[in-house]
C-alpha cells in the first residue's frame, strides 16, 4: 500500500521525460537527415533516439546542423532507418562548447579521431533470497575516424572488458571477460562511388546480417549499389572462429526524385559450418515515400537444400515478414501500422527494464496507433498489438501513453504509460511513470516508477504484482567528460533486487 500511494503521488503531482521529435526526410548508406536543427535544439555531438512507431531502434549523433536541419550518423542498433522514422532528443538550451574550437585543437582532431572512453559499475544486491549478489566493472573504448593524418583511410573502434563476480552465501565467483564489437579499417573515393571495409563489422546495408569478421565493398552509382561481402561469424562470446563461413551479395535500386522516394533491395546470403549447408536465404526489401506517407516491407525466404530438404523441409519456405505504414495524417496527428512476424531482433540497449522486458515479448504480431501533440506541452500515444505465434497461442494489448512537458522549474517533463494486455494464459496490466528536470544546462535529473500485475486465468500461481522505483543523474563536467548515476529497485517477487549503476566517462 505504501509503495501505491508513493506511485499515485508521483503519477497526479508530477507533470518519462517527453522529449522533442523530428522526422527522418532522407537516408543514405552511412546517416539520415532529419526536419529539425540548431533552433529546434539540436547541436552536434548530441546523442539522440531512433523510433519507429514508437519503438526504439538504436542510437545515432548529429553530426551536423543548420538552422532547420540535421544529419545524424548511425551509433547504435541493427535496424536500418527509413524515411518516417523519428528521432527524440532532448533539445540543448546552451550549446555545448566546440570540442575542436580553434586554438585548442587536439592530436586527435589533427589525425582526424574521435571517440570516448568510458567506465562504469554495477552493483545489484539481490533481496529475494533466491538469487545471488552482482558486481560488474567495465571499460569501454569507441574510437571512429575518417581521412586518417590525410589519408583515404578510415576507423572503427569498439572494445569493451568487464570483471563479472557474483556471491551468494559466503561464497564468490569471478570471471573477466573482453568483447570486440568493432575493429576494422574501411576506404575507397566517394566520388567515384565506391568503398571497402575490412575486419570486424556490422553491415549497414543488409539489416538481416549482425556482426562477421572479413570483408566488404560496395559500388554505387545515382540511383543503384551493388555490394559484396564474405567471411567468418564470430562465437557467441565474439571470439574469432573459423567454423561459420558467410557470404553475401545485393543489389539495390532506388529513385532519384526529391518527392518520391523508394528503394528496392535484393540480397542473397549463405552460411556453411564444415562444409554443410547451416543456412541459405534471400532477404528482400521495399521501400516507398512521399508527402508524409511511409511504406516498408521487408521479407526472408530461406531456401532449404541438403540435409534440410531430407528431413522434409520445403525447397523454399518464408521465414519472417516485416511491413510498416506510416502516415503523417495532420500536422499534429501521425498514423501507423504493421506486421512483425521475426523471430529475433537484436536490440543493442544499455540496459533492460520492466518495459522493455514486456515489449520484446509482445513484439509479435500486428500492430495498429497513432501519435498525437495536440497542444505544445501534451503528446499523446496509441497502440493495439495483436501477437499470433505458431503455437497458436494468442495475445492483445493495448497501450496508452502521456507526456507532458512545462518550460518551468527546469522544463519540468513527465510522462506515463498504460498497457492492458491478456492471453490464453494471464490477464495483466503494466503501468509506468517518468519525471525529469534540467535544473542546470548541463545536469538532468528524474525518477521513476511502475508496476506490472497479472492474474492467472487458470491457476492462481501465476498471480502477482512486480512494482519497480528509480532515479538517475546526467552530469556534463567542461566540455569532454560525462557522468551518470542511476539507482533501480524492484521491489517484490523472485527477482527483487536493488540496483546501482556508475558511469563516467571522456570524449575526444
Known amino acids: 500500500m505504501t509503495f501505491l500511494t508513493v506511485l499515485m503521488a508521483l503519477l497526479l503531482f508530477s507533470t518519462p521525460a517527453v522529449a522533442e521529435t523530428a522526422r527522418v526526410t532522407y537516408v543514405t548508406s552511412k546517416s539520415f537527415y532529419v526536419d529539425a536543427g540548431q533552433s529546434a535544439g539540436l547541436v552536434p555531438g548530441v546523442e539522440v533516439e531512433l523510433l519507429r512507431g514508437g519503438e526504439l531502434l538504436g542510437m545515432a549523433v548529429v553530426q551536423e546542423v543548420t538552422a532547420s536541419r540535421a544529419i545524424c550518423g548511425w551509433a547504435k542498433g541493427d535496424l536500418i532507418p527509413v524515411p518516417g522514422d523519428q528521432i527524440s532528443f532532448v533539445p540543448v538550451t546552451v550549446a555545448p562548447e566546440s570540442l575542436s574550437s580553434p586554438g585548442t585543437s587536439t592530436w586527435f582532431d589533427r589525425v582526424g579521431l574521435h571517440g570516448r572512453i568510458g567506465m562504469q559499475t554495477l552493483h545489484l544486491r539481490d533481496r529475494s533470497g533466491f538469487g545471488s549478489d552482482f558486481d560488474r566493472p567495465d571499460l569501454n573504448l569507441r574510437l571512429r575516424g575518417r581521412n586518417l593524418g590525410g589519408s583515404s583511410l578510415g576507423t572503427e573502434i569498439d572494445v569493451r572488458a568487464a570483471a563479472f563476480r557474483q556471491s551468494r552465501d559466503g561464497q564468490s565467483d569471478t570471471e573477466t571477460r573482453s568483447r570486440v564489437y568493432r575493429l576494422n579499417l574501411f576506404g575507397g573515393d566517394s566520388a567515384k562511388g565506391w568503398g571497402w571495409t575490412a575486419g570486424r563489422q556490422f553491415a549497414p546495408s543488409l539489416a538481416v546480417i549482425h556482426l562477421f ?50 528503394a528496392t533491395t535484393v540480397a542473397m546470403v549463405g552460411t556453411w559450418n564444415g562444409g554443410e549447408v547451416d543456412r541459405e536465404f534471400a532477404w528482400l526489401q521495399g521501400r516507398w515515400s512521399r508527402d508524409g506517407l ?81 497542444l505544445s506541452w501534451l503528446t499523446v500515444g496509441m497502440r493495439g498489438r495483436t501477437r499470433l505465434r505458431s503455437d497458436r497461442e494468442r495475445a492483445d494489448s493495448g497501450t496508452l501513453n502521456l507526456g507532458f512537458r512545462t518550460n518551468w522549474l527546469g522544463n519540468l517533463r513527465f510522462g506515463t504509460r498504460s498497457t492492458m494486455y491478456r492471453s490464453e494464459l494471464v490477464t495483466g496490466w503494466l503501468q509506468s511513470g517518468r519525471l525529469s528536470a534540467q535544473p542546470h544546462p548541463r545536469v538532468t535529473i528524474g525518477a521513476f516508477g511502475g508496476a506490472r500485475h497479472e492474474t492467472g486465468r487458470s491457476n492462481d500461481l501465476m498471480d502477482g504484482t512486480d512494482p519497480w522505483v528509480g532515479a538517475d543523474v546526467d552530469v556534463t563536467v567542461g566540455r569532454r567528460a560525462w557522468m551518470s548515476l542511476r539507482w533501480e529497485s524492484q521491489l517484490n517477487g523472485e527477482e527483487a533486487f536493488d540496483q546501482l549503476w556508475v558511469g563516467t566517462g571522456l570524449r575526444f
Open 294 to 374: 511511409t511504406v516498408r516491407a521487408d521479407q526472408v525466404l530461406d531456401l532449404n537444400r541438403g540435409w534440410k530438404k531430407d528431413v522434409g523441409e520445403s525447397t523454399i519456405s518464408s521465414t519472417s515478414t516485416y511491413l510498416m505504414g506510416s502516415w503523417q495524417a495532420h500536422r499534429i496527428l501521425n498514423l501507423n501500422g504493421g506486421l512483425d512476424t521475426r523471430r529475433r531482433v537484436r536490440f543493442l540497449r544499455d540496459q533492460n527494464t520492466p518495459e522493455t522486458e514486456f515489449d520484446d515479448s509482445y513484439r509479435q504480431g500486428y500492430w495498429l496507433g497513432a501519435r498525437s501533440r495536440p
Open 213 to 262: 569478421d572479413g570483408a566488404r565493398a560496395e559500388f554505387a552509382r545515382n540511383n543503384w549499389t551493388v555490394g559484396v561481402l564474405g567471411g567468418t561469424q564470430p562465437e557467441p562470446d565474439l571470439a574469432l572462429s573459423r567454423d561459420a563461413i558467410e557470404a553475401g551479395t545485393w543489389f539495390t535500386y532506388r529513385s532519384t526524385s526529391s518527392r518520391t522516394r523508394w
